[in-house]
């Protein structure tokens, strides 16, 4: 910034202008109407309400807050749960569902948030009571209120292109007789989705493969994915994908104990990527790949509603084609130039409606060679 310097002819001179402009000024107002200010635009607030797992998940939750983060221009490391306009809130109970959602109604957010459909019967009884007050439910597509906006993945999709990168990769490293292992959380139709197109994905280019599964019936237990994940590589199981949340951090730890001692198994990371909590050394990790799930573009979708004026109860599918869910490309040691390429070629094909993954567990029965003791939802 420049400094003006002081002084007799600087101040007559500053005198002068004023005068002339205050003239000018008066003689603009007798002649036109004055110019009203532009309104402020509206500040959106909004609060993300959590399992009890909460962002620290490093998966579906977390990618819920860094939608928030990205709406508000904030970082992760600066807004540890809130900010000037939203907050963080995580319901350690089940039977803290509704008393959350209901003081969060009651504070009047511009947006309510509630990730994972063990939240949908809450939301749907208080949304329902409060009928003013806009709601975003994730992975939900049955709350039919116009105050509700539902948004659901085409997870199958997703998972169908990691299950085809693992296969692959096995080939690639010549294993024989491959066995692959899924982990799920709770279970239910959206982890089924996860399941199936991870197995098609696998049958895809290995159709002799084993397959075996696994639930937790918890988000927040690594421990239990752990030790599953340590009996599995035992038996010789090449890559463990989990859906399972927090729990299926105890799958990326065993992971990476075992490639720490020199053996080929791989982890496979869901929702965000996950190749840095894989990591095992500096420049290594144990996560194949992940399937990204982008949740954070429904909190972006609906919040760039509400502040546009154009939020509505709708169901809003994100599917590859709107780039809702994919496969990351981070592990550049272990995921070949040949396999991406295979990758990408299937996910065009996807994309273009010549592949069609199947989203039930009863049409993914009807695949070739489709594994008949998978029990998935």
């Known amino acids: 910034m420049k400094k003006i310097p002081a002084g007799v ?36 607030t909004a609060r ?29 490391d600066s807004t540890p749960n809130r900010g000037a306009l939203y907050e963080l809130v995580t319901a350690q109970t089940q039977d803290m569902y509704i008393p959350t959602l209901r003081q969060a109604a009651d504070e009047k957010y511009d947006l309510i948030v509630a ?21 975003l439910m994730v992975d939900v597509d049955w709350i039919d209120l116009p ?14 292109l990691v299950g085809l990168a693992a296969a692959l990769k096995a080939k690639a490293d010549g294993i024989t007789d491959p066995q692959f292992g899924f982990i799920g959380g709770i279970a239910d139709p959206t982890i089924t989705k996860f399941e199936i197109g991870y197995i098609q994905g696998i049958l895809s280019a ?23 994940a340590k009996s599995w590589y035992d038996s010789g199981v090449y890559a463990i994908y989990s859906a399972a949340g927090g729990t299926g951090n105890g799958t ?17 990371g869901v929702d965000s990527d996950q190749y840095e909590e894989g990591l095992y050394n500096d420049t290594d990790s144990a996560v194949l790949t992940s399937m990204l799930k982008r949740v954070e573009s ?54 273009a409606g010549t592949i069609k993954v199947a989203a039930t567990l009863e049409e993914a029965r009807a695949t070739p060679n489709f594994p008949a003791d998978i029990k998935a939802q």
Request: a negative charge; one cysteine or more; proline letters at 3%.
């Open 147 to 160: 105050n509700v906006m539902n948004v659901v993945f085409a997870e199958h999709e997703g998972s169908y």
């Open 48 to 76: 993300l309400l959590t399992d009890p797992t909460g962002i620290d998940d490093k998966s579906f939750n977390a990618a819920a807050w860094r939608g928030i983060l990205q709406f508000y221009g904030d970082t992760w």
């Open 115 to 135: 990730t994972g459909f063990a939240f949908a019967d809450a939301l749907g009884e208080v949304a329902a009571d409060t009928p003013d007050q806009n709601y």
């Open 206 to 228: 290995l159709p002799n493969a084993k397959i075996v599964e696994y639930y937790a019936n918890d988000w927040g237990r690594p421990d239990l994915a752990k030790t599953q």
């Open 298 to 351: 429904s909190l972006l979708y609906a919040l760039n509603a509400v502040k546009n004026g154009t939020f509505k109860g709708e169901v809003v599918t994100l599917d590859l084609k709107a780039d809702g869910v994919g496969f990351a490309l981070t592990n550049t040691a272990a995921l070949s130039q040949d396999i991406v390429s295979k990758v990408e070629a299937e996910k065009a094909k996807i994309i």
């Open 252 to 268: 990326i730890a065993q992971a990476k104990e075992y490639r720490l001692q020199g053996k080929n198994v791989w982890a496979i």
């Open 9 to 44: 002819s600087v101040a007559l001179a500053i005198t002068l202008l004023l005068f002339v402009s205050c003239s000018k000024k008066d003689a603009q107002t007798a002649s036109a109407p004055s110019e009203q200010a532009a309104p402020a635009e509206k500040q959106i």
